[in-house]
């Protein structure tokens, strides 16, 4: 989109011939003298269908959600206010706390991996390569697909007959072969695959872009300087693409909060509940078992924690891009 | 034109097109789907669990509902077992589950009728349906007086087994003793093979197997343990009977009697293993014997034989009625239903059952003469009584039954203790 | 910097390399559903098909009931294209008067919906079901639509917002000068030139609701307007194991995606990357 005409255009009406100049880059809005406090286009009850959607489907729900964690209501028939009971169930629960564990597990470590992956290749793809389109093509291919499918080939190559094991074997590492879906130790490793397979194309996608905005001038003004290969990427690269790495670490990090059809597809929730997250269980517990308030508990820490992490995000980012 | 304009109603048809077809087909799913099944008021929907790929004895009695009467469309959804409990009850809750489903007596289930009738989502059935509830099991059928499923089978819990697969592998007899049970073990896991199938991954089997050994541990001399656990007078943890039958599922991992990866195996590994003849026999319901012996080849024998008892005590087995049929409060078809799971209850309906599945009819075993079918070996056990209802059936409530499956598969990866899986049974039974 | 040098030469070979190792997934995915039932018990998992056997594709996209494919499949179009629509609408209106305003209630909102965007949609969810179902919403298609569009709608109103107040109102005062009125100044100028944006909001939000799968399992599950995920978890859980006939149905459901991908490819990337800057 452009506010000037570029080289070629026509004008379209004898607004635009009068009122835009011809120009080559991009001019900067020049704000339009309002009188105060009056809105010049649109009308502001346009806004209103797009606001009470809002307030409706998110706050007034999320707040009835959290209402119902203080009750035991099965879903139909009368409730009871049983306050902190929910939580005080939560956290004596066993599986509810490996539940927990596996949620910040899961979103930490998969964050970290595909980021780490994720810019590496965006680093890789950077400069010069002759097929870097194709090459950025391929590897975001997995982040369009729907984790549920993409599961499912997973759990087959994890599968204990499955092509995984069938190369370990193939190499004389018999002994480690081993129904991975199925152990109780390795099952949650297998959903960070998946997890961090489907989502370096997304943090690889992020990098180039903020890659491509850094000036290639300091670069080469380091490298002259005679800063060795990886001075220059952790003093020059990484500082600028900071911003990118706020987006990109934040969004990972909201998203693995919320894991729910790769588990769902992998393991289900298995061996044993060792799989189970947040988000599985209020499932589960919500929709399966009929224990409404019991699971409104369990979201309502699921979006206490989500907010947590995105409030620090944010707070470190903004402090770090004011550096800049 | 300019790029502009072109640009705008490039846009814009690209924008209207898919929102005229999503209107248009939004108002013609809208009004399909409230007649579904093409709008047809004999058609309806039925759902019940499966194990495996084989043809399932409902799809076969559906067919024949439908060769008899023709202009009655039958949609089956096959729907898999070990999720089976949460798969309808979220469909149930949303008023989306199909017109017909299978569900299971009691409430010791996530399929378990009486919490299901209780959150009102069961239509209560007639006459038929009372008439065939076994006598002293009313609660397990009913609430409030009226019969919210109907029984179809007798179903035998013990071990299904090969016995032409045993007798390949110089097991001549079937064991009645544990020490000849692990001699046996030992025998085939020289060779790669197991006594036992088991679905690690799959909670029904890893709970069935637990009650089948549960069975001769804790009900044969103790029949009215589930009446004492309601009153209090007992609990898992101070039985003996329960810590011995979690102990020998331990016995039997260590000493080879399970296949190799049993921890983490599916049914698939039960119908592959009988099938294929690399596993001897299974815990499983001895309906699904008949299933898999269409797999299997002649020479397989299968046979229905009880799990041994531990040293001095009495053999006993699993027997009750384990499947029943009920009909969704919320269906749009309900008297196509109602003649259909009426039909169901009639001899011939009850005698292709059989055929089907190998299930006995509810209606009819007793008089049958089962000394040349798969259910010879234990035919003395059930004239004698040696038998007691499938206990999960009569748990007050689904979370005591998912800890026992779930306290298994921990046990045989070692992630839990005996100790610790009963007292969990405990803490889920609530009143 | 830019010269091609052996180094550079050694370092696509690499990614080459590593961009097919990554992809190999793809490569079980499509000759183990090209695999007949016996091949895929008997022959490796690691080698190709014998003869390709396209019987599972067929078995797909005939099955019936609460694995209906092809009804999955449309349904999936229609909640995705309406939501989309009416992204677009509230989205871009809602968007431009937040943009537009200096008024102090507009900041206030804006951060109200940039809060939504985060916020977390497990908790909401449960009286949502309960609204919907009191209202008999569940297992309808305009229910979803309804509920995807709220759910999606903070982020369309976040990019238009952004967009909006990137682009100068030159545009909209001339038209006010030439005596235009407000609504349409909005529909006339503003509608076209926001297509980037546009272009952005459907692709995310689209892909979101294409692929979602928890919110349509307990809304749709079971009901004769499931979407594509709903009806292949439903239809892989009855087949237990039968692997070829399992990715049929996994390649199924992605050729529509894939197909719009390859197409689009470079809209969809820039949509995600830059997009999600703003």
Redesign the interface.
Known sequence: MSTTFRAGEVAATETERVVLPRRAGRRHPVPAPRRKGLLKFGYWWWALPGILFVVGIHYVATSIGGFFSFTNWTGIGAFELVGLDNFVRIFQDPTKLGALWNTLFLAFGSVILSNILGLGVALGLNRGLKSRYILRTLFFMPVVLSPLATSYIWKFIFDFNGPLNLILRGLGLDTVARAWIADPTWAIWTILVVLVWQNIGFAMVIYMAGLAAVPVEIEEAAAIDGASLWQRFWHVTLPSIRPAVAIATTLGLVNGLRVFDQIMALTGGGPAAATETLATQVYKQSFALGNFGYGAALALLLTLIILAFAVVQQRVTAGRSKED | MTQRRRRVTRFAGLLALPATAALVLAGCSGSGSTGDAGGDADSFTFTFATSNNLESPYETLAKEYMAANPGVTITTNPTPNDKYGETIRTQFQAGNASDVVQTTPGSGDARGLVPLAEAGFLEPLGETATSLVPSGSETLFEVDGETYGQPLDFTIGAVVASMGTAGMNGITTWPTTMDDFYADCEKLAGDGKSMIALAGAAGPNAGLTAQGIAATRVYAEDPEFNTERADGSTTFAESEGWADTLQTIVDLKDRGCFQQGAEGGGFDAITNGLAQGTSVGSFIPSGSAVEIAAAAPAEADFKVQPFPAADGGKPYVLASSNYTISINAKSTKKEAATAFVEWLATPEAQEKYYEASGLLPISEYKNLDLSDTIYSEVVTDITNGSYTTLPNNVWPNPAVYEALQVGVQGLLTGQTSIDQVLQNMDAAWTD | ????TKL?GL??F???V??LV??L??Y??VT?ALKSDREVITS???APPTAPDFGNFVKVLTA????NVVMGL??S??IT??S??LL?L??S??G???A????RWSRV?YY??LV?I??????????????A?ALGL?????GM?V?Y???L??LS?FLYAG?FR?????????????GAS??Q??FRIVL?????A?GTVAILAG?IV??D??TS??????????T??VA???Y????????NQ??AI?IV??IP??AF??FA?KR??QG???G??G
């Not at chain 3, 019936?64 to 694995?67: P, Q």
């Not at chain 3, 985060?118 to 609204?131: A, D, E, W």
């Open positions: 910097m830019f010269r091609y550079t370092r696509e690499l990614f080459w590593a961009a990554f992809l997934p793809f079980f995915l183990t490796s998992t690691l019936t009931g609460n694995s449309i349904n179009i229609i294209a309406g989309i629509v677009v509230l989205g209106l809602t431009y008067v937040i537009r305003s200096t008024r909102v109200l919906f939504a985060v916020l977390p949609t497990q908790l909401g969810t449960v009286p949502l079901y309960i609204g179902r569940t297992g309808s298609a305009w639509i509920l569009t709220g759910m709608l903070p109103i967009f990137g682009l100068g109102t030159e545009y909209e005062e001339a038209a006010t000068i030439d407000r609504t100044i909005f076209p030139l926001m297509s980037p546009t892909l294409w692929n799968f928890f399992l307990i809304f749709l599950g079971g009901s004769a307007n499931q594509l995920p292949m978890y439903y892989i859980g009855s087949l237990v194991s039968a692997w399992i990715f996994v459901s992605m995606i894939l991908y390859l490819q969809f990337i995600f990357a830059g999600l800057k």
